[in-house]
């Protein structure tokens, strides 16, 4: 608690700015339901009074995202992670995040040569032969440049803009303590895990702020795909790549949203959907490991109808155990089984508590809208957002780690209707899934689960005894202890404890007015202004206590 206090009062100044934001979009109540009176009072007085006012009459979507394009690339990076949760937001909301984008304009050259003389050991002007200073493109984290190697190489810097990280840790840390408040004080959001969410986010973009990290995803993928020459990956220059700087491999191609160019230089689109399609599928159910964002600008279209993929930094990770949840699951969209998904989503409940009854019929009629649909009117996306709308209806959310695969899915198949209008991406997809079942089944993953198994069966025969001896011996010296965990519970017990101090001192105020009249009647001893001295000195501690008490209660109320 006393880190956590530490933490926040070290970022005070940016907390203020964020719930002033906040506030000058209207979202007042929410900072103070939130518990953050204190940080509500400071900010108000820097605000204009008609500020809310302007901004009153928007859409509540709309007055967020103005708020997150305000406060920065940390909560703009956050909203675009948040537009992959079609289960925790409804349609208006997804298309508003939607349009967050993460291109600011570049910083000048001569503030990043400070940071890239000390990354290289001298001047960029030395070790590259030439070098552009103007960028030709800019996002939150870092910029591009181009340049030549010594021996005419073309390559692309991708430079950290300068101090971007002490901004960011203190965003996240200030993210980290909202995300423990929401779970906290508004308990229906807990089923969205905002703690869990954030955790991940932020996980993600630390690693997105070492380049390095992005050259070895790059690396990663070069090898998953080192027998497939359709598929390109930029080379790495170890030699010059460090945490603020990532050197590559400069590629030349159409970019991945101009398809006429595509058309004009001879390539077959048909081709590229195709390839596009099989290449995220391989690196989801195959690999489990896939770039989180495929969208048309980190695509490239090369001679003889190749493709490379760019911007390795945002990528997913998904365990065996989850790919074949995955793939069960796809199977079962596909053959339209309700029984499995239910099982599905059930799984991923955990310990929500749903009603089964209405998920189960939920699901029946969700499927049933695509009974009679052919593949070619069957939109998979479009699928995916009814189905995590049915979640939503249900008290269920997506789990944090496969929001961002759903949303590459989405994304794949709008880049591959682009390419090809009767682009289906079931049909890639089949495959893929039966691929995953069969190796399932096949007799060395049979064998290596039974050998499991046999192990887990075994560590608990021998350990059983020895666990209920010590259980046996800690019952007879009646150490078991039955623990209650209450949420909330630290909260009630301050109300409680506040209530009982004002209770104790009301009656120390009535005994106090009660003796002090008492000791009025009484003729003889000290006297004060005329009047008996102990009884004006019990009168006027009275009063100071009852003042007090009626303070403590107005302010309480103000806090409820």
């Given at each position: 608690m006393i880190r956590e206090t530490v933490s926040v009062m070290r970022d005070f100044g940016r907390l203020r700015e964020i719930a002033g934001i906040f506030i000058r979009y209207g979202w007042g109540d929410a900072i103070k339901r939130l518990g953050l009176n204190n940080?509500?009072?400071?900010?108000?007085?820097?605000?204009?009074?008609?500020?809310?006012?302007?901004?009153?009459?928007?859409?509540?979507?709309?007055?967020?995202?103005?708020?997150?394009?305000?406060?920065?690339?940390?909560?703009?990076?956050?909203?675009?992670?948040?537009?992959?949760?079609?289960?925790?937001?409804?349609?208006?909301w997804i298309a508003e995040f939607s349009k967050l984008q993460d291109m600011v304009p570049p910083v000048p050259f001569d503030e990043l040569l400070p940071e890239l003389e000390a990354t290289l050991?001298?001047?960029?002007?030395?070790?590259?032969?030439?070098?552009?200073?103007?960028?030709?493109?800019g996002a939150s984290i870092a910029q591009v440049h181009t340049a030549r190697l010594q021996d005419g190489t073309p390559v692309v810097l991708k430079i950290r803009r300068p101090n971007i990280r002490a901004r960011i840790d203190a965003d996240l840390r200030l993210l980290s303590h909202l995300g423990r408040l929401l779970e906290s004080e508004m308990p229906e959001m807990r089923r969205f895990q905002p703690g869990k969410i954030i955790g991940q986010f932020s996980k993600s973009l630390r690693k997105e702020l070492d380049l390095a990290a992005e050259g070895r995803n790059t690396d990663h993928f070069a090898r998953n795909f080192k027998d497939n020459?359709?598929?390109?990956?930029?080379?790495?220059?170890?030699?010059?790549?460090?945490?603020?700087?990532?050197?590559?491999?400069?590629?030349?191609?159409?970019?991945?949203?101009?398809?006429?160019?595509?058309?004009?230089?001879?390539?077959?689109?048909?081709?590229?959907?195709?390839?596009?399609?099989?290449?995220?599928?391989?690196?989801?159910?195959?690999?489990?490991?896939?770039?989180?964002?495929?969208h048309p600008g980190n695509v490239f279209y090369l001679p003889d109808n190749r493709l490379a993929i760019i911007d390795c930094g945002m990528v997913g990770r998904i365990t065996a155990e989850r790919r074949d949840q995955i793939a069960d699951l796809l199977a079962s969209l596909v053959s339209r089984d309700y029984e499995t998904i239910l099982d599905i989503l059930i799984a991923w409940a955990g310990n929500v508590q749903i009603n089964e009854a209405k998920l189960a019929s939920d699901l029946d009629e969700f499927l049933f809208n695509y009974e009679s649909a052919s593949l070619r009117q069957i939109s998979f996306g479009r699928m995916l957002s009814d189905l995590t709308?049915?979640?939503?209806?249900?008290?269920?959310?997506?789990?944090?780690?496969?929001?961002?695969?759903?949303?590459?899915?989405?994304?794949?198949?709008?880049?591959?209707?682009?390419?090809?209008?009767?682009?289906?991406?079931?049909?890639?997809?089949?495959?893929?899934?039966k691929q995953v079942i069969y190796a399932r089944y096949m007799p060395a993953a049979l064998?290596?689960?039974?050998?499991?198994?046999?192990?887990?069966?075994?560590?608990?025969?021998t350990?059983?005894?020895?666990?209920?001896?010590?259980?046996?011996?800690?019952?007879?010296?009646?150490?078991?202890?039955?623990?209650?965990?209450?949420?909330?519970?630290?909260?009630?017990?301050?109300?409680?404890?506040?209530s009982t101090n004002r209770l104790t001192l009301g009656?120390?105020?009535?005994?106090?007015?009660?003796?002090?009249s008492i000791v009025m009647t009484v003729k003889g001893g000290p006297t004060l202004f005329g009047l008996p001295a102990f009884g004006f000195l019990g009168f006027f501690i009275a009063s100071v206590f009852g003042v007090w008490l009626m303070i403590s209660i107005w302010r309480s109320g103000r806090e409820n």
């Open positions: 940080v509500l009072g400071r900010a108000n007085h820097l605000l204009h009074p008609k500020a809310a006012l302007e901004v009153m009459h928007l859409p509540p979507e709309v007055r967020v995202r103005l708020a997150i394009e305000e406060l920065g690339p940390t909560f703009v990076k956050l909203g675009q992670v948040l537009a992959t949760r079609a289960d925790i937001f409804p349609p208006h050991g001298r001047s960029p002007f030395e070790v590259f032969k030439e070098l552009d200073r103007q960028a030709v493109a020459p359709d598929v390109v990956f930029a080379r790495i220059y170890w030699e010059f790549t460090s945490e603020g700087l990532l050197v590559m491999e400069c590629i030349n191609g159409i970019a991945g949203n101009d398809t006429q160019q595509a058309q004009q230089a001879g390539l077959e689109l048909k081709r590229l959907a195709a390839l596009g399609a099989d290449t995220l599928l391989k690196m989801v159910l195959i690999d489990g490991f896939f770039h989180a964002d495929p709308t049915v979640m939503r209806e249900n008290n269920l959310s997506i789990p944090p780690d496969l929001s961002m695969l759903f949303k590459a899915l989405i994304t794949l198949e709008g880049l591959g209707r682009q390419l090809d209008p009767d682009f289906q991406i079931v049909r890639h997809l089949t495959p893929f899934v064998l290596k689960r039974g050998q499991r198994g046999v192990l887990d069966v075994l560590n608990l025969a350990t059983l005894p020895r666990d209920f001896a010590k259980m046996v011996q800690e019952i007879r010296r009646g150490r078991v202890k039955i623990e209650f965990d209450l949420k909330r519970l630290d909260h009630f017990g301050h109300q409680i404890d506040h009656l120390l105020t009535s005994a106090l007015i009660i003796g002090s």
